[in-house]
Antibody, heavy 120, light 108 residues
Framework: EVQLVESGGVLVQPGGSLRLSCAASGFTFSSFEMNWVRQAPGKSPEWVSYISSSGTKILYSDSVRGRFTISRDNAKNSLYLQMNGLRAEDTAVYYC?????????????WGQGTLVTVSS | SYELTQAPSVSVSPGQTARITCSGDALPKKYAYWYQQKSGQAPVLVISEDIKRPSGIPERFSGSNSGTVATLTISGAQVEDEADYYCWSTDISGNYGAFGGGTKLTVL
């Protein structure tokens, strides 16, 4: 059974930093591309970042480029999101989502999410 | 950026057919994916690559794509299908994607 478990979400002040983690199990993590997707309260989901299976290809949405960094450790079956320069508009539930590796970026399994709140 | 447009709400009676549409400029060349999200839960993939139904998704869920409009059809909608439904696709480059604004399906 595919499992994705996010952690690291907390209350942080504007301008602060945070590192989210996602622990993967139930599939060969090193063979799959991965994504972070976030959802602000009452809003539709927003794709944040993508990383290829080897980590050599990385993409970011315009809203986080230059502030967030995605990475992975295939030996630890883990995905990460380093978030710097946090803003109030970054407040959201952050989901780790597996990419099935089809013809375009997409998501087949999601974790339950971790809540990041940016507020003073 | 890229935008996908969905109607905010659709309402049907149990057993009726619900159709939820998603429009986007790149849809003639890119696949649409559909996600179901029930209150307090993570999204679940119900249709991939325009028309494919993942394992475990009921047969009443189907998808189509005709040019710039993709459609999720729920034939014989059930009360348990009440949820928010989001379409997802990418721009022509494939390096940037977007979710639609979501459609709230009410079955009553």
């Amino acid at each position: 059974e595919v499992q994705l478990v996010e952690s690291g979400g907390v209350l942080v002040q504007p301008g602060g930093s945070l590192r989210l983690s996602c622990a993967a199990s139930g599939f060969t993590f090193s063979s799959f591309e991965m994504n972070w997707v976030r959802q602000a309260p009452g809003k539709s989901p927003e794709w944040v970042s993508y990383i290829s299976s080897s980590g050599t290809k990385i993409l970011y949405s315009d809203s986080v480029r230059g502030r967030f960094t995605i990475s992975r450790d295939n030996a630890k079956n883990s995905l990460y999101l380093q978030m710097n320069g946090l803003r109030a508009e970054d407040t959201a539930v952050y989901y780790c989502a597996r990419d099935p590796g089809g013809l375009q970026l997409s998501f087949d399994y999601w974790g339950q999410g971790t809540l990041v709140t940016v507020s003073s | 950026s890229y935008e996908l447009t969905q109607a905010p709400s659709v309402s049907v009676s149990p057993g009726q057919t619900a159709r939820i549409t998603c429009s986007g400029d790149a849809l003639p060349k890119k696949y649409a994916y559909w996600y179901q999200q029930k209150s307090g839960q993570a999204p679940v993939l119900v249709i991939s690559e325009d028309i494919k139904r993942p394992s475990g998704i009921p047969e009443r869920f189907s998808g189509s794509n005709s040019g710039t409009v993709a459609t999720l059809t729920i034939s014989g909608a059930q009360v348990e299908d009440e949820a928010d439904y989001y379409c997802w696709s990418t721009d022509i480059s494939g390096n940037y994607g977007a979710f639609g604004g979501g459609t709230k399906l009410t079955v009553l």
